[in-house]
């Protein structure tokens, strides 16, 4: 009996770890933050989130410099993040929203270079798409964390947020709301840079909707290659 061996490349490449990594930030993104964890159950959250970002960008990196400096920055996110989650007396909430967020936009580029790429438009495109959406919303709130532990009040909440886990959560459902630019009101940007970079995530939601379906109508419209002719020999 033959072993079954199959290649990391292979496996983000096929539609399965397409909806592996969907159905994780939906999980991550919407799910998990109504359900208490203990901190054994965080940390088994994060390294294996960790490690499907770590081993997403070591395998679709198409340079070694994209290589390298990827796979060095989700190391360092997933070694602070331990550090933060098993010291509770270190408070490494910066660190870990900074390299979380950089981890997730090289993720993001590197999905993009395949979503774009010339190729038929297939699953793994649209399940692509999807989680480069909602990467665009984790990465945004990962910035509005940076500016709120920076400049604390750069946001206005109707009801106070109670601790990080808290103001995580809120920030995480304002950046989704200005995403989809559905703005309720109940949390408001009011730092400079705050409503700079909601601003911006209101236009990327916009158009990268309609960049998106452009590309792929072009992609589904054009023509097939047609298929090499035979060089044999005349008769």
């Given at each position: 009996m033959?072993?079954?061996r199959?290649?990391?490349?292979?496996?983000?490449?096929?539609?399965?770890?397409?909806?592996?990594?969907l159905?994780?930030?939906?999980?991550?993104?919407?799910?998990?933050?109504?359900?208490?964890?203990?901190?054994?159950?965080?940390?088994?959250?994060?390294?294996?989130?960790?490690?499907?970002?770590?081993?997403?960008?070591?395998?679709?990196?198409?340079?070694?410099?994209g290589?390298?400096?990827?796979?060095?920055?989700?190391?360092?996110?997933?070694?602070?993040?331990?550090i933060?989650?098993?010291?509770?007396?270190?408070?490494?909430?910066?660190?870990?929203?900074?390299?979380?967020?950089l981890?997730?936009?090289?993720?993001?580029?590197?999905l993009?270079?395949?979503?774009?790429?010339?190729?038929?438009?297939?699953?793994?495109?649209v399940a692509?798409?999807?989680?480069?959406?909602?990467l665009?919303g984790?990465?945004?709130?990962?910035?509005?964390?940076?500016?709120?532990?920076?400049?604390?009040?750069?946001?206005?909440?109707?009801?106070?947020a109670?601790?990080?886990?808290?103001?995580?959560?809120?920030?995480?459902?304002f950046?989704?709301?200005t995403?989809?630019?559905v703005?309720?009101?109940?949390?408001?940007?009011?730092h400079?840079?705050?409503?700079?970079?909601?601003?911006?995530?209101?236009?990327?939601?916009?158009?990268?909707?309609a960049?998106?379906?452009?590309?792929?109508?072009?992609?589904?419209?054009?023509?097939?290659?047609?298929?090499?002719?035979?060089?044999?020999?005349?008769?």
């Amino acid at each position: 009996m033959r072993p079954l061996r199959i290649s990391a490349r292979r496996f983000w490449l096929s539609d399965r770890m397409l909806v592996a990594l969907l159905a994780m930030l939906l999980l991550l993104i919407f799910a998990i933050p109504l359900v208490p964890f203990d901190r054994a159950g965080r940390i088994a959250i994060d390294l294996f989130f960790s490690l499907l970002l770590l081993s997403g960008i070591a395998t679709l990196a198409r340079s070694r410099l994209g290589l390298w400096l990827g796979a060095g920055v989700a190391a360092a996110a997933l070694l602070v993040r331990l550090i933060d989650r098993l010291s509770p007396r270190i408070d490494l909430g910066r660190s870990d929203a900074l390299l979380t967020g950089l981890t997730e936009a090289t993720l993001t580029a590197v999905l993009l270079v395949q979503l774009f790429r010339p190729g038929r438009v297939t699953f793994y495109r649209v399940a692509g798409a999807v989680v480069v959406f909602l990467l665009f919303g984790h990465i945004f709130a990962e910035a509005y964390y940076l500016i709120e532990s920076l400049s604390p009040g750069s946001f206005h909440f109707v009801s106070p947020a109670a601790g990080r886990s808290g103001l995580t959560g809120r920030l995480v459902y304002f950046s989704f709301a200005t995403l989809s630019t559905v703005g309720y009101g109940d949390v408001t940007a009011l730092h400079p840079l705050a409503r700079s970079l909601a601003a911006i995530e209101a236009l990327t939601g916009q158009l990268y909707p309609a960049i998106l379906i452009a590309r792929f109508v072009a992609l589904a419209i054009q023509p097939a290659a047609p298929p090499p002719s035979p060089s044999g020999p005349r008769g």
